[in-house]
């Protein structure tokens, strides 16, 4: 089943026996279930009605006895397992699945991991059970992602601060949800979010940030690199050098593939590399100020100083240091 589909059947009264939010995005199965614990039952039922257990501590017996009793006062209860993941017998719901009681709404919430479909109680539960399975979002459906939920706030945003934001929050959905939130209680009735807006309530430089560094970088601008690795030094959390390795390396990595590629239409490069169509040009410019050669050694010395960061054949060289040592090599 779908998120939208789940959510349209129970405002519509529509309910099945058992439902299983599996997967590694949590972002969904938090929400459903915060939806069905707030919102299946009226606030008269809830006291009676409503049963949540925790993966950790829950006694399958006691979740068992939970399903098969009858609602008080009302025509339907909820019993729901948050962190299903963490309980070990969680095989053992296999009876209840055989013969569920029509009054009881069941939610397990079996998050980071998905049960494997081949063993039986994998193909039980999907014969039997109402089953989402969640994936993480590839990075080139992140900019409809969040422009979609932007929308459903009523508000826009430009095109340059989805980038920063997305650069800086990458896929952790909830955060990101979370960071827009924050931003759009501080717009005073301004419906469209630009980069300033991120800049005062994300914390997020417009002109600083690993994006920029990034961009300076492709467009060899030594100069502009080592202000923003100097604004970094100065403010730790703008830019630890964490963040900086994997950002270039995922960046320099796809311009490798581009760059095996010969094509150079924006279209088929975005196809190629997964991306959004937004973020083309970036690799378009890199490929025209770096040859195939030069990729592949940048990809070197990403490598080099990733082990570098982790103190491995370091000297005493703090992280800016090495940002910057790692730039001019790049760059020159």
Same mark, same amino acid.
């Given at each position: ?22 997967? *590694? ?11 069905? *614990? ?24 006691? !979740? ?8 008080? &006062?009302?025509? +339907? ?5 948050? =962190? /299903?993941?963490?309980m070990r ?20 919430a ?41 929308q459903? +706030? ?6 340059? /601060? ?16 979370n960071?827009?939130?924050? !931003?759009?209680?501080?717009l ?5 979010? #630009? *980069? ?11 002109? &600083?940030?690993?994006? =920029? ?10 100069? +502009? ?23 270039l ?7 490798y ?22 973020? !083309?040009?970036?690799?378009? #410019? /890199?490929?025209?100020? &770096?040859?195939?050669? *030069? ?12 082990? +570098? ?12 240091g090495?940002?910057?040592?790692m ?6």
């Amino acid at each position: 089943m779908e998120v939208d589909q789940i959510q349209s059947d129970w405002r519509k009264g529509i309910f099945k026996p058992v439902y299983w939010f599996e997967g *590694e995005e949590s972002y969904y199965i938090d929400k459903l279930t915060d939806f069905a *614990e707030k919102n299946i039952l009226t606030v008269e039922e809830l006291a009676f009605n409503l049963s949540v257990f925790y993966g950790k501590d829950a006694k399958m017996e006691d !979740v068992l006895n939970a399903c098969r009793r009858y609602p008080v &006062f009302s025509d +339907k209860q909820v019993v729901i397992i948050k =962190e /299903a993941q963490q309980m070990r017998d969680i095989e053992k719901i296999e009876s209840y699945l055989n013969a569920p009681l029509a009054s009881t709404i069941l939610l397990i919430a079996y998050k980071e991991k998905t049960f494997d479909k081949r063993k039986a109680f994998g193909k039980s539960l999907h014969k039997k059970a109402a089953v989402l399975s969640t994936k993480k979002l590839y990075d080139n459906e992140l900019p409809q992602w969040v422009s979609s939920m932007v929308q459903q +706030k009523g508000l826009e945003i430009e095109q340059k /601060a989805l980038q920063i934001l997305i650069d800086h929050i990458g896929n952790d959905l909830q955060r990101m949800e979370n960071e827009v939130e924050k !931003v759009t209680l501080n717009l005073k009735g301004r419906k469209k979010i #630009n *980069e300033d807006d991120i800049e005062a309530f994300v914390g997020v430089s417009k002109e &600083f940030n690993v994006f =920029e560094l990034q961009k300076a970088i492709i467009s060899r601008d030594m100069a +502009k690199s080592i202000r923003i690795i100097n604004y970094f030094a100065s403010n730790p959390k703008a830019g630890p050098i964490q963040l900086v390795l994997p950002t270039l390396y995922s960046f320099f990595s796809k311009l490798y593939i581009a760059t095996s590629s010969n094509s150079r239409d924006e279209r088929s490069i975005a196809s190629l590399l997964g991306i959004n169509a937004f973020f !083309v040009k970036d690799y378009i #410019n /890199a490929m025209q100020r &770096f040859t195939p050669s *030069e990729v592949e050694n940048i990809l070197l010395i990403l490598h080099h100083y990733n082990l +570098k960061s982790i103190g491995i054949s370091r000297a005493d060289v703090d992280d800016a240091g090495l940002m910057s040592e790692m730039v001019a090599k790049i760059i020159i």
